[in-house]
Each structure stands twice: as C-alpha cells, then as structure tokens.
C-alpha cells in the first residue's frame, strides 16, 4: 500500500514540482510583518502552484497571494505567541508537513536527474500498442460478491431477464449500475486478466456462460459490440509515457531504498 500511495503522490504532482523550486530562488521581500520578512521566493511558490492548477499569473493574483501570505504570517505570529507551535499535535503536524515537503523534493530530484530518451519512450510505445490490442469492446456486466448468485443471474438472464434491472438491483459496480451495467468502449487491456480474457472470447450479443471471478467479485458479462481500436500517434501520448516510465523507475528506487532500509 506504501507504494502505491508513494506511486499517486508521483502522479498527481510532483511532475510539476521541479519547474516551482526553481523559481524560488530569490532573495527579495514581499512584505515586513513586525519585523518579519516575506520573501519574494515563498510568493513565487505559491504563484506557480496556482498556475499549475491552471489560473493566469497576473497582478490581481499577485497582490491576492500576497494579502493572503501577510494574513498568514500575523496569524502565524499569533500563534507563536500563544505557544502553540509547543503543542504535541502541532508538532506532530508540522514533522508530517516536513517529511511531505521532502518527499517531493526527493521526487523532483529523481525527475531533474533521470532523462528518458526518445529510444525508451518508443519503445514503451510499441509495448503499449501490443498491449492495447487493435480492438475496442462495449460491453456490460454485472458484479456480485457470490459465485452462486451470479450463476443464478446468468440463469435468469438466458431466461430473458432484464439487464438493464438485475444491473440496477443487484450490481455491485456503482459506477455503471444504473446505466445498465454497461461500461465505456475499452480496449481488453483496460481490464483485469480474467475480464479482459472473458470479454475477447465472446462474440457480439453473447453472454458469458460461467461466472467471471477477479478480485473485485464475480462477474456476468455481455459483449456489446467491437470496433477497430483507434492508436493515438506518439507525439500525442509522449508525455504520458515518460510518466508511465518514470513512476514505474521511482516505484522501483523505493523498493529499492525499503529493503535497504533498518525498520523494527
């Protein structure tokens, strides 16, 4: 699970996180606060975590995040003077913040130093496209927790049950209960091994004749329709191969640092 956890923060941020350090070199002053400087560099932080959420840099953001940094620092001050930063939760809470901070630092110090060329980056392109297959399927299913219940589904269904009804009653995925079980156009390897094999055997309208097991449950699935799977060119996923790599490699050196690491 610590993997995984350290996999997503990978993903979710810290591609951008280099490109924000780098800006937060300078050594100027925002604003004074009793005495106290607020450097030019933590405004630019906070400028470049916003736009990497997509709002424009400009004067009136500017002068908001910097309102916002001098409310925090008289808040701060406050705090301070109160003796809060003595509170055993407190201090807990900013040793989290801490360890957080470097995790990224650390992560954006693997990107800066860890280049993947274009001979990698085709290659893991040509593996994908095997891997996608030349087929995308529609099809619709129905989840339940028992082998018995789902093969009394089937049952129903070649009985001329209604799908779209048992789906909404009895379908364990939320996701697509209410719309009859059907899921979106998907190539096989979308899917987990025992579906995506299932889901390649059918023919179009058919049903599957045997409970499909995977680790979310059992599984009764009907094949929608085929059609031919559409490739996007290279240039068009580029970036997201370097990241697929990328976060493979950084799952890697974690693994790597965990059997090194002493932990009673």
């Known amino acids: 699970m610590l993997l995984t956890k350290f996999s997503k923060l990978l ?3 810290v591609f951008s996180l280099f490109s924000i350090l780098v800006h937060a070199q300078s050594t ?3 604003a004074k606060v009793n005495g106290v400087e607020i450097p ?5 932080l906070m400028v470049q975590a916003n736009v990497a959420q997509g709002q424009p840099d400009g004067p009136e953001m500017r002068r908001a ?3 916002n940094l001098i409310a925090e620092e008289i808040i701060a001050q406050e705090a301070l003077k109160k ?3 003595r509170d055993p939760e407190v ?3 900013l040793e989290i913040s801490r360890q957080a901070v470097l995790v990224r630092a650390f992560q954006a110090d693997y990107i800066k130093n860890n280049v993947v060329g274009d001979e990698t980056l085709h290659k893991e392109y040509e593996i994908l496209k095997v891997q996608m297959g030349d087929k995308e399927y529609k099809a619709r299913h129905i989840l339940v927790q028992e082998e018995d219940e ?3 589904i089937i049952a129903s269904l070649k009985k001329k049950g209604d799908f779209d009804k048992i789906a909404a009653e009895k379908s364990l995925d939320e996701g697509s209960k209410n719309e009859g079980g059907v899921l979106n156009w998907s190539p096989s390897g979308a899917y987990v091994r025992p579906f995506a094999e299932a889901l390649t055997n059918l023919k179009k309208g058919e049903l599957t004749s045997k409970p499909v097991q995977t680790s979310f449950g059992w599984h009764v699935i009907e094949l929608i329709d085929t059609r031919p799977m ?4 290279f240039e068009e996923v580029k970036q997201n191969i370097q990241q697929r790599i990328l976060q493979r490699e950084f799952q890697a050196v974690v693994q790597e640092l965990r059997g090194k690491a002493k932990v009673e």
């Not at 030019?40 to 630019?44: D, F, G, T, V």
């Not at 559409?230 to 060119?233: C, F, L, R, V």
């Open 91 to 93: 201090i807990a809470q």
């Open 150 to 152: 789902a093969k009394a």
């Open 83 to 85: 003796k809060l930063d």
């Open 28 to 30: 100027a002053v925002v």
């Open 65 to 67: 995040l910097r309102e």
């Open 40 to 44: 030019q560099s933590r405004l630019e």
């Open 230 to 233: 559409e490739i996007p060119p």
């Open 11 to 13: 993903i979710a941020g």
